[in-house]
């Protein structure tokens, strides 16, 4: 009933994947899907690029500025804590979230720099404590696939060999990982999204969500 659904918590969903797999496209037919379903729904993107903090990251990603490895890393997680009380404000009244990219992308990113003091355990130690998803949708793209989406662009990191990198720690760091949804991204959007409307659609259904949110 609609009472039963206003006393429950909001679900926190992540979509996660490689560059170009088309996150921010699936997450914004998320968003539609689920408000046309009564629920209510929010989108965020990380890096959230309109905070003091945000603005820093874009400027590094574009080049405008330099940071040292282990200094942008904990901007990148210092930018995802500074919107982890709202989250959490938010899931608890009710709403739900569509998260475009996570703490997943903030390890793994960081990891494939190959810094030798910046290890994967390194990298995803200050994400420990904030807001856990419920789901984790993991949009998989063959590079030959990414490529025909156009040919990347002027930010850092994208250039074939951190992307080589990316995608073998996005891999290894979901092995270990529950609640990870592994979606073939290579297809028509609508088919996709077919797919990633199942896997909420079970969320919902399963949901943790008579506990609280963990971390
Ligand atoms: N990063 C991020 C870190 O290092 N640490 C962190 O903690 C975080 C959060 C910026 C960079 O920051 C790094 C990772 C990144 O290198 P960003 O702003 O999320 O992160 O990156 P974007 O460049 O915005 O995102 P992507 O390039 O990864 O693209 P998306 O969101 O995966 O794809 P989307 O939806 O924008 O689509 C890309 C193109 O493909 C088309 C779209 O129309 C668009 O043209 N497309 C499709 N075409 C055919 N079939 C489909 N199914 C399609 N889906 C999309
Ligand atoms: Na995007």
Redesign the pocket.
């Known amino acids: 009933s609609s009472a039963e659904r206003s006393a429950r918590r909001g679900a926190l969903i992540v979509v996660e ?12 037919m998320l968003q539609t899907y689920l408000a046309e379903r009564g629920h209510d729904v929010k989108y965020i ?3 959230d ?1 309109t905070t003091p903090i945000g603005k820093l ?1 874009d400027a590094y ?1 574009r080049g405008s500025a330099d940071q040292n490895d282990h200094s ?2 904990l901007l ?2 210092a ?2 804590w500074e919107l982890a009380k709202s989250m959490q404000r938010d899931i608890a009244a009710g709403i739900s979230i569509v998260v ?4 997943y ?6 990891a494939a720099k190959a810094n030798p003091t910046l290890s994967l355990d390194w990298a995803w130690q200050p994400e420990i404590g904030l807001p856990q998803p419920d789901l984790c949708l993991f ?1 998989n793209i063959s590079t030959e ?1 990414a490529a ?3 040919g990347f ?1 002027e ?4 250039n074939e060999k ?1 992307q080589t990198r ?1 995608r073998e720690i996005f891999r290894a760091l979901f092995d270990r990982q529950d609640k990870v949804c592994v979606i073939d ?8 999204a077919k797919d990633v409307h199942i896997a909420v659609e079970k969320c919902f259904v399963n949901s943790s969500r008579n506990e609280p949110l963990g971390t």
């Open positions: 994947g490689l560059d170009r797999a088309g996150k921010s496209s699936q997450c914004e993107r990380f890096p690029r990251i990603l942008i890393h990148f997680s930018n995802r475009d990219r996570y703490s992308s903030g390890a793994v990113y960081s949009l696939a025909q989406r156009g662009g930010e850092r990191y994208e951190m990316v991204a290579g297809r028509a959007l609508d088919e996709v």
